[in-house]
Each structure stands twice: as C-alpha cells, then as structure tokens.
C-alpha cells in the first residue's frame, strides 16, 4: 500500500518566519506531488506541485523541494503571514486511476 | 474563477438510510472523485470517475456506495445503508487532466 508520512503534525512560527513541512513517500509509483492547503471548513485548495524530475519549484513565497533518491520532499513557506495559518497536506498522484494518497497533514499556525 | 460546488453542505440522517451527496464539477474538467475526511484525519481517497466509469476505488468504497454522472453536469455519491462511521466530511473533486485535482467544499455527513 502507498503511504505518505508527513511531519511535523502541528508547527507554530513567527510572522516573517519559515515553515517547513517534510513528507516522505514509500512507493515510486507516484507520478505527481502537490500540496493543498486546508482552512477550517473549507476542503483542500491545490497550493503548489511538482513532477519527480524536478528537484525544486517555487511559487511566490512557496516552494517545493524534491530529493527522489530519499524518497522525500518538502514544502517550505517563506515570510510566513497570519493568513498562511491553515492545515497543509502533501500528497502523492498515480496517474493510473487518478488517485491521490494524503499525508496525515501540518497544522501551521503563524503568530503575529 | 470557476469552482466545485457540493450539496447539501450538511447532511444528518439516520443509521440505515440512504443518502445521495451531489456535485457540480468544474464544467470543462473530465474526471471526478470523491474523497472523505473523518474529522481530524487525514483526507482518504473514494473513487475516481472517468468516461462514465469508475477507474479506481479504494477499499473503503464497498458496495454500499455507488456514483452516477446522471446528467452533463451533476456527479453524485449514493451510499445505500449509512453506518455510524460514515460520519464524514465528504468532498468532491474534478480534474482536466491527470494532474491537478480542485475540490468542492465538501458535504458535513453525520449519521446518528
């Protein structure tokens, strides 16, 4: 079965600090890895994702980081704001069936 | 900018009855899923939907649930018997292609 562990469950940061989330998957069968942000709620919104030939993508203050030999990638939120206060859930896409497996999700809160 | 709409946004109803949750997906998008979230937990993948049939459902999706697109524009989730641990938030998602999943906010199911 394909699993996505991720880490830490829960992170507290300063405004203008770093968040970063870790996820490590166990199955190369994944083709695609995004991330969704979750307000309460609300269900998840595609945040940002990357393809497993790509070591790094980054989108305004989000960026994804990609180690396919270690089977692990990360999301790492820059400045972080009051507002970027959400869970966030990385996960893993087969292509075949279309089937998302989600990490168990980081509850980021940002202090002002 | 277009959306996944679900309803109703919360359902209550009694062990044993029938429920049908029903989604608007995105109008240009191809396929659809359903997923649930039990509370606190991780979203779980359902069912994928493509080309009027299912390409893939988890073990979760037994025969108790079943999923029709019975017009151009309306995706719905059947389950037949409701039990108590179908208590969930259940959300609804559509793709263009492969790769980027939007979701609905989600139907609130509680089953007493």
């Known amino acids: 079965q394909q699993q996505v562990k991720q880490s830490p469950q829960s992170l507290i940061v300063q405004k203008g600090g770093i968040s970063i989330i870790n996820c490590a998957y166990e199955?190369?069968?994944?083709?695609?890895f995004p991330w969704y942000q979750q307000f309460p709620g609300k269900g998840p919104a595609l945040l940002i994702a990357?393809?497993?030939?790509?070591s790094e993508k980054k989108e305004g203050r989000f960026t994804i980081s990609f180690n396919k030999s270690a089977k692990q990638f990360s999301l790492h939120i820059m400045d972080s704001q009051p507002g970027d206060s959400a869970t966030y859930f990385c996960a893993g896409l087969k292509a075949a069936g279309n089937k998302l497996t989600f990490g168990g999700g980081t509850r980021v809160l940002v202090k002002p | 900018e277009p959306e996944v709409t679900q309803t109703p946004s919360h359902q209550v109803t009694q062990m044993g009855q029938e429920v049908i949750l029903r989604c608007v997906p995105i109008s240009n998008h191809l396929y659809f899923y359903w997923y649930r979230q039990i509370l606190g937990q991780k979203v779980e993948f359902l069912v994928s939907?493509?080309?009027?049939?299912?390409?893939?459902k988890s073990e979760i999706f037994d025969d108790q649930f079943s999923v029709e697109r019975p017009d151009g524009s309306n995706f719905t989730l059947k389950i037949r018997s409701t039990k108590l641990e179908d208590s969930a938030m259940y959300f609804c998602?559509?793709?263009?292609?492969?790769?980027?999943?939007?979701f609905g906010p989600g139907t609130r199911l509680t089953v007493t």
């Open positions: 199955n190369t069968a994944f083709d695609y």
């Open positions: 998602a559509s793709s263009v292609s492969f790769y980027e999943q939007y």
């Open positions: 939907f493509y080309n009027n049939e299912i390409s893939e």
């Open positions: 990357i393809r497993p030939d790509v």
